[in-house]
């Protein structure tokens, strides 16, 4: 790949500056140099040469749009903060993995004033009985760490990559259980369920706000890019009950209905499976709004089960060619950036450099991307809605609306980084068990590709 010569000062990358200057310039790079234009007319051969169709649910008007999305969800991810965020994560973790440091697996007890702390005594306690439990019966449990070496004793060593996750799976029963696979009931993965888990840890003081510890999680249970599919779904089946369907009377209107729906979902579970191989917590999320957006503006009146059914396999085939050069260029920005940075910063000063760029990535915003695909529908609706408000003199109403607007697109990191933006999160009326079935699915299959 090829070298930028402005990268090679430490002063012409002050206040980390090193992004700013050259990321959409490598993004560039890494798609040959060409230009959105050229990269447009590359994704229509591609499309062409995959085979894919154009399903009927598609309005001929709307067809270009198809290979419009994409583009967008290679060249346009590839460009936004969101997979700045990712790669930083992916990098920050390097960091502390390269360190290979130690640390005691039981907490101190002695408090201040050299009285024995309680709390952090019976979290002891609780690791310890669940630690000789485990030696008893390994097989009860999926273990997401090695833990043959693991003992009870005062001096126990562990990694400190990831020590708040051990402390958390050897103390927490709930948190444990989320990592072992269950066929009947699906209440234990519910998005709720999870914050109240990972809250718990918080308040007892084994979760801290630790970055490592925060992308681990985030890592093994995608809780935002699984938010954002949430919504999805709730979208798309029009927020109808998958239980209470089958409740009705079993004739043959709503025999068939029921089996529409069930079809549609089985695509919904496909997509998933695409999605979910593509890396990047914050660039998933960011596929998921893009295609959810464009199958709003694609929609051409109510539709039929069948057009539903056909867009979402439609976007199955699309994700398919998606992560067949999404992950490859990732991989390459990845490796690029961790070698230039090293070149540049001692590992002190890296860790230091890394977490400030972190924190001036939490507030992604999509707005661009999606006013780039929108930007007339949007700007005359929310012109027309903004100006009522002036015209009224309307206060209150212009404060919520750009409270509205601020927070519409924003993706939340993990929860124990953004406790009181993700604490209020929304009921789902479409089927619990869907939703709770589909985390436990990502759970899965992210604990064998994540594991401490």
């Known amino acids: 790949m090829k070298q930028h010569d402005h990268l090679s000062s430490k002063e012409e990358i002050d206040n980390i500056k090193l992004w700013e200057i050259n990321y959409a310039s490598l993004v560039h790079t890494l798609l040959k140099g060409i ?6 007319e590359m994704a229509k051969e591609q499309i062409s040469a995959s085979g894919l169709r154009i399903p009927e649910a598609y309005n001929p008007s709307i067809i270009p749009r198809y290979r419009h999305i994409y583009m967008w969800m290679i060249y346009g991810v590839l460009s936004s903060n969101e997979c700045q965020l990712d790669i930083i994560n992916e990098l920050y973790l390097r960091c502390i993995q390269d360190k290979r440091d130690k640390e005691k697996l039981f907490l101190d007890i002695e408090a ?16 310890k009985q669940n630690i000789k439990n485990m030696k008893k019966d390994p097989g009860k449990y999926n ?31 709930e948190f444990r259980k989320l990592f072992i696979r269950t066929e009947t009931t699906y209440s234990k993965y ?59 009377h079993d004739n043959r209107e709503d025999r068939e209905r029921r089996e529409g729906r069930e079809g549609i979902e089985s695509q919904i579970i496909k997509l998933v499976d695409e999605l979910n191989d593509i890396p990047g917590e914050y660039s998933r999320s960011l596929m998921i709004k893009l295609i959810q957006s464009e199958l709003k503006e694609s929609q051409c009146g109510p539709w039929k089960r069948e057009q539903e059914q056909q867009a979402i396999e439609l976007y199955v085939e699309v994700v398919k060619e998606v992560k067949k050069v999404f992950g490859r ?3 390459d920005l990845v490796n690029y950036m961790d070698t230039e940075y090293r070149k540049i910063y001692s ?7 890394l977490e400030n760029k972190r924190k001036q990535l939490f507030r992604c915003n999509m707005d661009l991307l999606i006013l780039e695909m929108n930007r007339k529908n949007l700007h005359e609706a929310k012109t027309k809605c903004i100006k009522g408000y002036i015209d ?30 993700i604490s209020s999160s929304i009921y789902f009326d479409t089927d619990n068990d869907f939703l709770n079935m589909i985390q436990q699915k990502i759970i899965q299959k992210n604990v064998l590709k994540y594991s401490i």
């Open 35 to 40: 230009s959105e234009e050229e990269y447009e």
């Open 112 to 127: 201040d004033n050299g009285n024995i702390d309680m709390v952090k005594k019976d979290i002891n306690d609780k690791m």
């Open 143 to 173: 273990f997401i760490f090695k833990t043959e070496e693991i003992g009870t004793g005062k001096g126990q060593m562990i990694n400190s990559f990831g020590s708040e996750v051990v402390r958390l799976y050897f103390e927490s029963k």
């Open 190 to 248: 519910s998005y709720r369920k999870i914050l109240e888990i990972l809250d718990k840890g918080l308040e007892t003081g084994i979760l801290t706000r630790k970055p490592e510890s925060s992308i681990i999680i985030e890592k093994i249970f995608n809780l935002s890019s699984v938010k954002c599919m949430n919504y999805f779904i709730c979208n798309l089946l029009n927020k109808m009950s998958m239980k209470n369907m089958k409740n009705y």
């Open 329 to 331: 260029y990732y991989e």
């Open 347 to 353: 590992k002190e000063e890296l860790f230091s450099v």
């Open 392 to 421: 009224n003199d309307n206060k209150d109403m212009i404060e919520n609306f750009w409270m509205h607007e601020e927070n519409l697109w924003r993706i939340k990191p993990f929860y124990v980084e953004q406790r009181n933006e």
